[in-house]
């Protein structure tokens, strides 16, 4: 009986360090993540809204909506690899194609992964997944 009771208070202990410990890894990713959109909201002020606007809703047919953009949301990495290196060349973008080009940007890494979580988590997009530096980095220039 005392070695049942024992078993218990012993599997609790477990279970609840467990709990706290997953609860901790929640909030710090959660809090790098906000850190992250911050750094990102003023990336894209300086080096994006030019063209994509600061409502992120682009120019039709000329610069591409990133708000609700199915490209945005459903080609993680190719997003990743237009905003690292650039893009040319045909996409579809909500059912409206654009043949234009985008430069080379020239933001580090670590912007990249900023810039990233911030155009996934605003304007009705939602990214569960947070953008990390060392993903971007992982993502290679097409050959073309
Ligand atoms: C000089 C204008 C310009 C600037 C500045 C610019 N873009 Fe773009 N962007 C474009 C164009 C044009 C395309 C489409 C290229 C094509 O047709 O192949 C594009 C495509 C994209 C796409 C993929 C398509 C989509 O709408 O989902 C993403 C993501 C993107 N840009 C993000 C960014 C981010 C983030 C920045 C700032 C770091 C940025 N862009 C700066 C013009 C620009």
Known sequence: M????????????????????????KVTQETNL????????????????????PNGEGVAKVYPPLAKSDYLMEKREASIRAIK??????????????????????LYEDEVADVMNYITNSWGNKN?????????KKIQKKED
């Not at 290196?85 to 996409?91: E, P, Q, S, T, V």
């Open 2 to 25: 005392k070695i049942i009771s024992l078993c218990i208070v012993v599997n609790l202990f477990f279970l609840s360090t467990k709990e706290t410990k997953q609860n901790y890894v």
């Open 34 to 53: 906000q850190q992250s959109i911050n750094r990102g909201k003023e990336i894209y002020a300086d080096m994006c809204a030019t063209c994509h606007l």
């Open 85 to 106: 290196y650039g893009l040319k060349g045909k996409i579809v973008v909500n059912g409206v194609t654009y043949k234009g080009m985008m430069a080379n940007l020239g």
């Open 128 to 136: 569960p997944k947070m953008v990390t530096e060392k993903e971007v």
